[in-house]
């Protein structure tokens, strides 16, 4: 799955290329030394609890910066694409996106290795591409295809790729289950960490402060990283949260808060997190600032409880892709020409996958499909229970 992206060159491939280069996959950046820049962040970027802040100086090559924007701009054209397709009522049930948020799974897949893990909740899709689903896997388990990255069985919520272990429904339950996935990197002597994102319509479950005083007793590589979109479904953080800096919640853990729509911001946080936690020194408490552009599912409006005047100021002074083109033109590391011409590969690459996608077969009718996938293969029990005998199914049949 991850040969479905490939890393920019240090030029954007002209739009005679179509989709090609986005079909491959985007760890292979040029090693030289003068296709380097520098960016200053703002000191607003950070906040920090118990904890020195990350440098503002972030130096990338040119080419991951165009990734970061490529990335970026697929991930959006993936969850515009389940937009469309969920209104058609081609994909039925459940279906968050994350339009306005994708900075925060593209700073972190970018900040980290394929080793490390990562957990999160039901608003799952961007982050399951970035840890190497594709595009047609994704909208395939949307669809309910055979094709799709859960075989058409999990649906928007429960997705899942290399070392990326969901999406997960219940609200909050990601987080200790992310503890562990932590510890085991701790019991392996590995130098890799687990990302464990929530939302702050999460941030007050018990199970999330139990995990933080088992993380900090033992110094377990866990980082725990809160999404603050503002509204936990249709209910704003200061109506639900006592105290609304997230990222101060870990009392005896240390909190960084990052601007979660920069990606600069967002990778340079997430890249510290992580060396933080590899190198032993125990769990951080992270709080990514963001803002979701629809509502909390397909089904909900999102406009009831905040106003298309709000919306629409985040999208024209906050939108993480924009913002990002501004400073990629500002740094000649591309041309207005070329990035138009990245949307347009993009925009070509998503069509394709979705057609592909669409023509896929749903699941057999086969009631013996229902039981694939409980457990690893050659791990199996004789028989599965099932509510009455006659449901009970055999593994060595």
Known sequence: MLSIRRSLASKVASSASGSAA????????????????????????????????????????????????KDMTVVRRL???????????KIRGFCHLSTGQEAIAVGIEHAITREDTVITSYRCHGFAYMRGASVKGVLAELLGRRSGVSFGKGGSMHMFAPNFYGGNGIVGAQVPVGLGIAFAHQYRNEKSATFALYGDGA??????????????????????????????????????????????????????KINGMD????????????????????PLV??????????????????TYRTREEIQQMRSSND?????KARLLDLGVATEAELKAVDKEARAYVDAQTAEAEADAPPDADPKILFEDVYVRGTEIPVLRGRIPQENFSFTK
Request: glycine share 10%; net charge neutral; proline share 4%.
């Open 263 to 282: 990606v600069i911001a967002s990778y340079q946080g997430s890249k510290f997190a992580k060396e933080w936690a590899a190198a032993g020194k125990g």
């Open 79 to 89: 969850e515009m694409a389940a937009d469309a397709l969920y209104k058609a009522k």
């Open 203 to 256: 941030s007050n479950q018990g199970q999330i402060f139990e995990s933080y005083n088992m993380a900090k007793l033992w110094n377990v590589p866990c980082i725990f990283a809160c999404e603050n979109n503002k509204y936990g479904m249709g209910t704003s953080a200061s109506r639900s949260s006592a105290l609304t800096e997230y990222y101060k919640r870990g009392q005896y853990i240390p909190g960084l």
């Open 320 to 324: 993480p892709i924009t913002g990002l």
């Open 286 to 303: 992270l709080e990514y600032e963001t803002y979701r552009y629809g509502g909390h599912s397909m089904s909900d409006p999102g406009t």
């Open 22 to 69: 986005i079909a491959a996959g985007r760890r292979n950046y040029s090693s030289g030394g003068d296709d380097t820049v520098t960016i200053q962040l703002p000191e607003s970027s950070y906040a920090t609890y118990n904890l020195e802040a990350p440098s503002l100086e972030v130096s990338l090559k040119k080419d991951e910066l165009l990734q970061m924007y």
